[in-house]
């Protein structure tokens, strides 16, 4: 395994648990980008302000919490959900877990063979007996703004393991890990800026997307949507001033750039296995449901390369990557036992099947956007005959649960089988509602079953009953 991030581990660990042995290659530290500069401190960041407006919105329950956040212990509670960045209980597991660990940067020099460059000094020459696996994850993309290589700016990375909130941020990219951070910082206490060339969250309902929207201009957001950043260039006192598209400019004191990712192809040495980029495209690699690499020199004869999570490109996601990586491992297993030939069955343990109808995905903003499956455009243009129901949130659960609870929901369904496409829910606390949806989507719970299943009175839940009524049960 290339990359000890919590999609190579999981990958690992099931290959040992099907009886092969396992070597995980980490060049940082291992756990990756989720547990250390994404997933777990930006959610550290952001739930003390959700637990506080969310106590501020329940009458008698504001009139306690009339103070701010408490920035410094924030800082703290993150530094301590991230290890310090230290990666001593990770490597405790994987050493529980039976799977050999070697740090250093790993490279492809042939079918099966592996090179390592150790972080201790040492070059190490690997041939696996059955598989090499992808899971060194995704980098960062740099828009092509002017002066943007000329000045520091942060990435993720340094948003995520911030020692001090800035006065001004300036954030460049509307999608999700920039409209998370941009809320983050704003209710720690810094005037936000997030400049996006397109709208916020395009890849979700706009209803929804303008929810978020809102919750970031309450907060004191200042959005510049549908605007292109012309150029940026550092002033004599360390700010950095933005220059948009209509002429204004926008100055602050930090600007994080958070606008896209891609898998991290570059430098692997795949080419020495056939794989290159080309008509100056980066390189991008294609993968079956079982995670095997598409063109890989002597896949073809006996499956070798395999790719999971980030570095796959099929969905940046912790949850779907692991998923993607207990498939795979088993697949791998299997394949060496002599158990699995060929293609394995869709939604076998062995498959990725999830991956074609339900990725779900969370942005853990205030009010929160919960979606999985298709969108109802997805839907179309995957050629299903595709309807919607969609509803705002008002139900005596949500009445409960915060004044003015403002929400929206929308159930996506294919009219030829009556089952589920997709959902999406967004609203204060609606993120534990989207495993219901995941359920049914994966499941295909036929809609007249559905209404058999009844949510609790009095929970946020009861929209599901609403939007059925509203389909028309
Ligand atoms: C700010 C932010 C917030 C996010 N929040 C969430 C969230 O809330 N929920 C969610 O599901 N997802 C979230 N994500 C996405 C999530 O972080 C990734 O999908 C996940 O980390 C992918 O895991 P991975 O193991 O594939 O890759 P990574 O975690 O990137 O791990 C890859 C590992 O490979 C190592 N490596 C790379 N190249 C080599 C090499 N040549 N040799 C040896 N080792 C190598 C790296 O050092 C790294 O440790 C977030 C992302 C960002 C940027
Ligand atoms: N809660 C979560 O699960 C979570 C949180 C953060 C990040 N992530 C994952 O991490 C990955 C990276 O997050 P992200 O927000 O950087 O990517 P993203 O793909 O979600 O959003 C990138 C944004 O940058 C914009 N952009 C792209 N090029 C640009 C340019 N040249 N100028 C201006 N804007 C430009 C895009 O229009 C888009 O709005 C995502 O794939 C996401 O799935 C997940």
Redesign the pocket.
């Known amino acids: 395994m290339i990359g000890a991030g919590a999609v190579g581990e999981n990958a690992a660990d099931r290959v040992v648990q099907g009886g092969l042995t396992a070597v995980l290659v980490e060049a940082e530290l291992v756990g990756g980008e989720c547990s250390y500069w994404?997933?777990m401190p930006?959610k550290a960041l952001l739930r003390p302000g959700t637990a506080l407006h969310g106590a501020q919105a329940v009458p008698g329950a504001s009139e306690a919490v009339t103070g701010t956040l408490d920035a410094a212990a924030v800082l703290k509670g993150r530094d301590s959900f991230t290890s310090h960045w230290q990666d001593t209980n990770q490597v405790e597991w994987v050493e529980g877990a039976g799977i050999e660990l070697i740090r250093g940067r790993a490279r492809i020099t042939g079918e099966r063979a592996v090179k390592v460059a150790g972080l201790d000094g040492d070059d190490y020459a690997l041939t696996a007996r059955h598989a090499v696996v992808l899971a060194n994850g995704s980098t960062?993309?740099q828009?092509?703004?002017d002066g943007l290589s000329e000045v520091e700016y942060w990435g993720?990375r340094e948003a995520t393991s911030a020692k001090e909130v800035p006065k001004r941020l300036g954030v460049?990219?509307?999608?999700?890990?920039?409209t998370?951070l941009a809320q983050a910082f704003a209710r720690l206490g810094s005037a936000v800026t997030l400049v996006?060339?397109?709208g916020l969250l395009?890849?979700f309902p706009a209803e929804a997307a303008e929810l978020v929207a809102a919750g970031l201009r309450a907060d004191g957001v200042e959005l510049r949507v549908d605007t292109?950043?012309r150029s940026v260039h550092r002033n004599s006192d360390g700010s950095l001033t933005l220059s948009l598209d209509g002429g204004d400019t926008v100055t602050v004191d930090k600007l994080l750039v958070?606008?896209?990712?891609r898998p991290a192809l570059d430098g692997l040495g795949l080419e020495s296995v056939g794989l290159s980029a080309s008509d100056g495209k980066p390189l991008a690699i294609r993968t079956d449901p079982t995670g095997l690499v598409a063109e890989a020199a002597g896949n073809g004869d006996g499956p070798w390369l395999y790719a999971v999570g980030d570095a796959a490109g099929k969905a940046?996601?912790t949850h779907q990557g692991k998923y993607e990586a207990r498939a795979t491992g088993a697949a791998i297993a299997a394949r060496a036992k002599g158990e699995l030939r060929g293609e394995p069955e869709p939604w076998s343990r062995y498959a990725q099947t999830a991956d074609e109808h339900a990725i779900p995905?969370?942005?853990?903003t205030d009010p929160e956007l919960a979606n999985v499956g298709r969108s109802l455009e997805q839907a179309r243009k995957d050629g299903y005959n595709a309807s919607s129901v969609e509803l705002p949130i008002a139900v005596a659960g949500s009445s409960l649960h915060a004044k003015n609870y403002e929400g929206w929901a929308q159930l996506v369904v294919d009219e030829d089988r009556k089952v589920l496409l997709g959902a999406t829910f967004a609203g204060p606390d609606v993120a534990e509602l989207l495993h219901a949806a995941t359920i049914a989507v994966v499941g295909e719970v036929p809609l007249d079953r559905l209404w058999h299943a009844v949510p609790s009175y009095p929970t946020i839940s009861e929209v599901w009953l609403r939007l059925l009524e509203k389909y028309g049960l």
């Open positions: 994404a997933c930006s960062p993309s828009p092509p703004v993720t460049l990219g509307g999608g999700v890990a920039g998370e996006a060339r397109s395009r890849n292109k950043t958070s606008t896209g990712r940046l996601l995905n969370v942005v853990f």
